[in-house]
């Protein structure tokens, strides 16, 4: 399409434009024009070029009588993109002048999708949002909906339990694949095999327990698909004997070596008042310094009762976010640990037939039984007319579902407050005066998940 | 197009006889979340104040197309219109959460931007703008962001056409040669 738009046009023709110096309204402008309001703006994470022009201004020649800056494309096809991110970057020798992300190559639709299928078969599709942390994305869908139902508080305790669990060992696992594409993306190669290791162990867990290593749809509203397997306990007690002294040998290979620290100490910093107006929320606004972590601030499930901390940086740079990643392993294990002790027994999904379909046993001795399964997993449930949004805290930050019901089966619209989405708003601050060989590290350190910003 | 929702419809509830007000603007109650209800014009005006009131995070931004469900319970006094804005702020200060239902028309879908209060809702009102085609006046940056640029129509419109294009599950990979 791009190409058509450019053939169509004429370099000639751009060139001219660009000396007469009547460009659109969409167009970049030469830097020496820019007044303080759009430079303001600028810095408010916008470069102000539409997809199609930048991509022609990339292709002209330079005119050596113009700043001596240059628009390069970085993917979306660059493996250190995390996905298919594209980033338009104006250089000036090594230097990013500017930078603006562009989205939507994985946009598959799946907020219209939400709205045809039942609150039941919803968590299919969210589950698919944020891939690395499915459990969370869940979570949050089944707590709205819950919300919606008015059966929040009649979540049976097991259930709460259970989420708990998997939602944490989601965190590291995310976490850890986070310290694996970071290795990655700054050359420690090593570090990306361990990485994939260690969460691989956590994903096995999974697959034990909800039959997949991704995408589970087995936090479900009303509690969870099945209990928890045989031989849990000891699978879990492993993997935290396992992962703890794995995370030490990551201080070594990484923590406390000058190269990984001068690639990332004072690389992409973000201010504690940027990061807020920009709405960024996870490691990147507490790499800031600001204590802000959902689990403790607004507490969900039984995180009031748990016993954390929430790990801050000081400069908010790559770094320091890092260092939280890093360490939220930890204090996730740490939560872990308390959950094991307390599992409690009993039901592991509500017992309102409304919700929860009969069990297997039932449909073999009972007509109505046999009729009301069908019902549930056809029709679905159908839930009272209302709006809510419920937030919590995945390992990216914020992730919030605002669900709007119309009293039918499916939601009337399903909105996913993706913390990728918003926090990606962040990179144009972060790499602004920044070298271009450090934007893979900005990048990384963002830690986005392309599935969940695009949806 | 839709026509504007029947008037007995916003009917308000016998229980709640003079509604809240916060701000000078309705303010109902959703599941134990607070909702204010301006008015498009008194909607920037709000926000302002809200954000002086230590909300000081836009955590989301979104809209609703209430095109075949114009029913929908409103306070007394919200005329609804067939698109919604949904903001949701956040004070981290006071560990707060506040949502902003914002009626706009169909026929004049635009609405302020809060771009110059929250740089952070630059992306999501252009998601917006994208997917429901409302536009936001002053927006910096107002183009589609996940759609291709040349893509017609929003798809999170409810009048939108889901088309789908038929699979052909055949083995006869023959005959699908001959086809093409």
């Not at chain 1, 694996?180 to 361990?194: C, E, K, P, R, W």
């Not at chain 2, 301006?38 to 926000?47: I, M, S």
């Not at chain 2, 209430?66 to 702020?89: A, I, K, M, Q």
Request: charged share 25%; aromatic share 6%; with cysteine.
């Amino acid at each position: 399409m791009t190409d058509r738009a450019i053939q169509d046009i004429g370099v000639q023709d751009i060139l001219s434009t660009i000396r007469e110096g009547n460009e659109p309204e969409q167009g970049l402008k030469p830097r020496s024009e820019l007044t303080a309001r759009e430079l303001l703006r600028e810095v408010g994470a916008v470069l102000r070029m539409s997809e199609a022009d930048a991509a022609k201004l990339g292709d002209i020649p330079l005119d050596p009588a113009e700043d001596q800056t240059m628009i390069i494309n970085m993917g979306p096809q660059h493996p250190s993109t995390h996905g298919v991110l594209r980033l338009m970057l104006e250089l000036q020798g090594e230097t990013v002048l500017r930078c603006k992300p562009i989205i939507g190559y994985l946009h598959t639709g799946m907020e219209k999708q939400g709205e045809n299928l039942t609150y039941m078969q919803g968590g299919t599709n969210v589950t698919r949002m944020d891939y690395l942390s499915p459990l969370n994305n869940e979570l949050v869908f089944s707590m709205a909906t819950e919300k919606l139902l008015g059966i929040d508080g009649d979540i049976p305790e097991r259930a709460v339990w259970m989420r708990m669990l998997l939602s944490e060992l989601n965190r590291m696992s995310s976490h850890l694949l986070f310290m694996a594409t970071n290795g990655m993306d700054l050359g420690a190669v090593g570090m990306m095999i361990y990485g994939w290791r260690e969460r691989e162990e956590v994903l096995r867990f999974f697959q034990k327990v909800t039959g997949l290593r991704m995408n589970h749809n087995f936090i479900r509203p009303g509690g969870v698909a099945a209990d928890l397997p045989a031989g849990w306990r000891d699978d879990v007690l492993y993997l935290l004997e396992m992962i703890p002294p794995r995370l030490e040998e990551y201080d070594t290979l990484m923590t406390g070596q000058p190269i990984w620290r001068d690639r990332l100490q004072g690389v992409g910093v973000i201010t504690q008042a940027e990061a807020i107006a920009l709405g960024a929320t996870g490691p990147i606004l507490r790499s800031t310094g600001l204590e802000w972590d959902l689990r403790r601030d607004q507490p969900y499930l039984h995180y009031d009762e748990m016993e954390f901390d929430v790990i801050v940086g000081t400069y908010g740079d790559a770094f320091d976010r890092y260092a939280i990643r890093l360490n939220e392993i930890r204090e996730s294990i740490r939560i872990v640990h308390q959950i094991l002790d307390r599992m409690p027994g009993g039901d592991y999904r509500i017992q309102n037939k409304k919700v929860t379909p009969p069990p297997r046993a039932r449909i073999d001795e009972s007509m109505e039984a046999l009729i009301h399964h069908f019902k549930i997993f056809t029709e679905g449930f159908k839930v009272p007319e209302g709006e809510v949004y419920v937030a919590i805290e995945s390992p990216r930050g914020e992730i919030g579902c605002y669900i709007a019901s119309d009293g039918s089966a499916t939601p009337y619209r399903l909105h996913v407050r993706a913390p990728s989405f918003v926090n990606i708003q962040c990179l144009p601050h972060m790499m602004r005066g920044g070298l271009v060989a450090d934007a893979v590290a900005v990048i990384s350190s963002v830690d986005p998940v392309l599935g969940e910003v695009d949806r | 197009m839709s026509d504007v929702a029947e008037p007995e419809v916003v009917a308000p509830s016998p229980m709640m006889p003079e509604p809240p007000m916060m701000h000078g603007v309705p303010l109902s109650d959703s599941h134990g979340q607070r909702v204010l209800h301006p008015t498009r014009a008194g909607y920037l005006k709000l926000v302002c104040t809200l954000l002086d009131d230590t909300f000081t995070m836009c955590a989301d931004l979104t809209a609703v197309d209430y095109l075949t469900f114009p029913g929908r319970s409103l306070p007394d006094g919200v005329v609804p219109e067939r698109f919604e804005v949904v903001v949701n702020l956040l004070s981290i200060e006071r560990r707060e959460r506040i949502r902003i239902r914002v009626q706009v028309p169909a026929e004049d879908a635009v609405v302020a931007t809060l771009f110059d209060l929250y740089p952070g809702s630059e992306a999501m009102e252009r998601e917006v703008f994208d997917m429901f085609g409302i536009s936001f006046t002053d927006h910096p940056d107002l183009t589609r962001i996940l759609m291709p640029e040349d893509w017609e129509g929003h798809p999170l419109r409810k009048d939108y056409d889901q088309g789908c294009i038929p699979v052909q599950f055949s083995t006869d990979f023959a005959a699908r040669e001959r086809a093409q």
